[in-house]
């Protein structure tokens, strides 16, 4: 297979495996800004079911809140990610790496505060107890690559570790060693141990979402 490559514009190039679904959910970088941290991220809706259109049309502004009473309280939230890494290995890219997209919210990195103006966020579907698939680290593998190749990326986090308390995704079902060992990223770049070894308290009633409502400027949640 082909390695995946992004354009100049930050979409991902036509291959296997791969789709393009462009959110309205992003903005301009701050000038002269690229992003320099990866943020993981996991999300589910509703909450725990996998395989279905919901977190897709959220990211599109379409979502049918009549489809499930759970969702009826997303109703408004404007968000989006770079990337949706399906259970199947499925990448559907939302919005090119090289514009701001909306899923860090309140979040901070190395004293630096509005991750999403450095950051791309790639959420996988999932939970954060549930174990990951071998098909979501291969599309990682593929994908990780092509980042790093059109960005001049620093660190990969957690949602967890840039909102510490607020965010727990993408939990301890998420497998860092096998990630970086798959994916070429140095360990010096990945969450240091004392970060992997917290336990955050599992919120299933509130999945992990970025947040924008309309009208602001950077996600809040």
Not at 26 to 41: F, I, Y
Not at 68 to 89: D, K, M, Q, T
Not at 201 to 211: G, K, T
Request: positive net charge.
């Amino acid at each position: 297979m082909r390695p995946l490559v992004l354009d100049r514009h930050g979409w991902l190039k036509p291959a296997s495996g791969v789709m393009r679904a462009p959110s309205p959910n992003h903005d301009e970088r701050p000038t002269g800004q690229d992003a320099t941290l990866l943020v993981m991220h996991n999300i589910s809706l509703p909450p725990g079911r996998f395989g279905g259109p919901e977190v897709v049309d959220l990211f599109l502004n379409q979502l049918n809140y009549s489809t499930h009473p759970w969702l009826e309280r997303l109703r408004g939230l404007h968000v989006s990610a770079h990337f949706f890494v399906r259970r199947n290995g499925l990448i559907v890219q939302h919005v090119p790496t090289s514009r701001r997209a909306w899923h860090a919210g309140v979040s901070s990195y190395a004293g630096r505060e509005r991750c999403n103006d450095f950051s791309i966020g790639i959420e996988l579907e999932g939970t954060d107890t549930l174990p990951y698939t071998d098909e979501q680290y291969q599309a990682l593998q593929g994908l990780i690559p092509a980042i790093k190749t059109r960005h001049p990326l620093k660190a990969v986090r957690g949602h967890e570790h840039i909102a510490p308390g607020r965010k727990t995704d993408p939990g301890p079902a998420f497998d860092w060693k096998r990630f970086g060992r798959e994916s070429s990223i140095l360990p010096r770049y990945l969450p240091p141990r004392s970060a992997l070894d917290k336990t955050y308290a599992i919120r299933p009633q509130r999945p992990n979402l970025p947040v924008k409502p309309p009208g602001t400027p950077i996600a809040q949640d």
